[in-house]
């Protein structure tokens, strides 16, 4: 069975300075992708982020990276120069990788309450 | 990106009434849409995976007579909360596969929070 663990309900970051928010999974499929999305108070889910399990390098956009580490099974998120505006809660997110054209659905973790203090 | 819509954005019924939310693919054609619910401080659940064109398939636990999915077009996908009653209270969010998004990422809309008088 597939299990995503994120242990910090909440962190706290000053403006500006960088950020590492937790995310450990379980699984024994060998092809898989992780995701980070973002909740903000307003509910939406935005897509930030996706690491592939086959992927070489770790994943970057922007002020996102995902500090991907295969051997351990986490997939942490860094937010790069936090902004008041990345308050926010934030899911890690995971799915089975099926080349078959199946499709597998996402997992998800209980999430982390990131808040970004001026 | 691509861009996912919901309507209405809230909705407050009485208890006994039924409830539709629409979820919308506005630049894209969504195959496979996913419906979840979302309690207050919790993470997401997946209620069931709906498919154009075919039945919707409902996780475990989840009354497929009390939340009805109904797929008919690559760009729509409904929710009807049928006979709702408070504890059906709950904000609704629906995703859509995205083909040309890698691993086919999930794009979601901004919710419906329905509130059951």
């Known amino acids: 069975a597939q299990k995503i663990t994120q242990t910090q309900p909440g962190m706290f970051v000053q403006e500006k300075e960088a950020v590492t928010l937790d995310c450990t999974y379980d699984t024994s499929d060998p092809s898989y992708g992780l995701f980070w999305y973002k909740q903000p108070s307003s509910g939406e889910m935005i897509f930030l982020i996706y690491q592939g399990s086959y992927d070489q390098q770790n994943a970057t956009e922007g002020r996102y990276s995902l500090n991907f580490q295969k051997a351990r099974k986490s997939a942490n998120l860094v937010i790069s120069a936090s902004q008041l505006g990345d308050s926010a809660m934030y899911f890690c997110a995971m799915r089975r990788l099926m080349f078959s054209g199946g499709y597998n659905k996402l997992i998800f973790g209980a999430g982390t309450r990131l808040a970004v203090h001026p | 990106g691509a861009v996912v819509s919901q309507h209405p954005s809230w909705v407050i019924c009485k208890s006994g009434t039924s409830v539709k939310i629409e979820c919308r693919s506005l630049?894209?054609?969504?195959?496979?849409m996913f419906w979840y619910r979302q309690f207050p401080k919790q993470s997401l659940m997946l209620m069931a995976t709906?498919?154009?064109?075919?039945?919707?398939?409902?996780e475990q636990g989840v009354e497929k007579d009390k939340f009805l999915i109904n797929h008919a077009s690559l760009t729509l996908s409904t929710l009807t909360v049928t006979s709702a009653h408070p504890e059906d209270s709950s904000f609704y969010i629906c995703?859509?596969?995205?083909?040309?998004?890698?691993?086919?990422?999930?794009?979601f809309g901004p919710g419906t929070r329905l509130t059951v008088l």
């Open positions: 709906s498919n154009e064109g075919s039945k919707a398939t409902y």
């Open positions: 630049d894209f054609q969504a195959t496979t």
């Open positions: 995703s859509a596969r995205v083909k040309r998004a890698p691993a086919d990422t999930q794009y």
